[in-house]
DNA sequence: GCTGAAACTGAATAGTT
DNA sequence: AACTATTCAGTTTCAGC
């Protein structure tokens, strides 16, 4: 993928603002007609500088207020305990967000859960999984303040 | 907004995966014809369900390879305060996320960036903009094993 | 690499069961 | 509450610049 002009920029800008934008709006936005736009977003697409297109849905609506962040401290380090705490957690769809830190802890996750009940049950899961011992601090969210994945597209001038 | 029902579910979990969706292959999917459809996807995006489609885009062909993870301890705990600091933070293009949390400390705060220099400059800019001292504990991301923010949709049988 | 127009596909509306 | 038919809007493709 070559260099992001000022125009793919604008294109990534409302697309991740507003991702069913029609391809003749996105035009009409970005200031052009609808076959560059639409060859643009394409090759964005293609490039996997846009990696998809997904609705955004209210966790409570969706019977999941307990919002959790667990970390994870693993006794031993070895690449093949990582592969399968990996896996066990990528397949884990209340398991939103896991990322292996430097620091204090190895893990940080982020969990949507329903209640308590249920967060016991997971992690009891997690760490039923992992052949080692392994330490965990868990902490509950009061208040969502912000939440998103929109990344800032820096437009240059022009 | 009354219950969710069966179509309904398949409906979000769709359009999580698929923000683009046509409405008519949607109707495909989901077994029935795009006039339903389209009317309950209207009534799901009123009743604030569905809260936004967005494209999803790559952070380090954006320019921003370096995840971290904030934790922030406020010496003082004031209504007034978290008012501030909750301002500064949600207008901040960088911080993709920022939850209070109860526990050990505050507020877990996420952010993408392009380098060490750019997180020491915004760390700066958070602390200077709170009149109270704060604490602060960071960690950068090594590897990103998931982020999603797709909720798990409990699909009836039938 | 963009424009503009034609042909096609999807969305929206209204009327029916 | 969902289906069908019609109309309108959006997408795609292609000729020309």
Redesign the pocket.
């Known amino acids: 993928m070559p260099e992001l002009d000022r ?1 793919d920029r604008k294109i990534l800008d409302a697309l991740q603002r507003q991702g069913r934008l ?4 996105l035009a009409h936005e970005v200031g ?5 736009v ?3 977003v394409r090759r964005l697409e293609r490039a996997g500088v846009i990696t998809g297109y997904h609705a955004r849905v209210d966790p409570v609506a969706m019977g999941r207020p307990l919002l959790v962040f667990v970390e994870l401290t693993l006794s031993s380090k070895s690449g093949e305990l990582f592969e399968k705490l990996r896996a066990e957690l990528v397949h884990e769809p209340r398991v939103l967000e896991c990322h292996l830190v430097s620091g204090r802890f190895d893990y940080l996750i982020k969990a949507r859960l329903s209640a308590m009940s249920e967060y016991r049950e997971l992690l009891a899961q997690i760490l039923q999984k992992i052949p080692v011992p392994a330490q965990s601090n868990s902490y509950v969210v009061m208040e969502e303040i912000k939440e998103s994945l929109m990344l800032p597209v820096d437009v240059p001038r022009g």
Not at 22 to 25: F, N, W
Not at 32 to 36: A, R
């Open positions: 125009i029609p391809l003749t709006e052009l007609s609808t076959s560059p639409t060859e643009r």
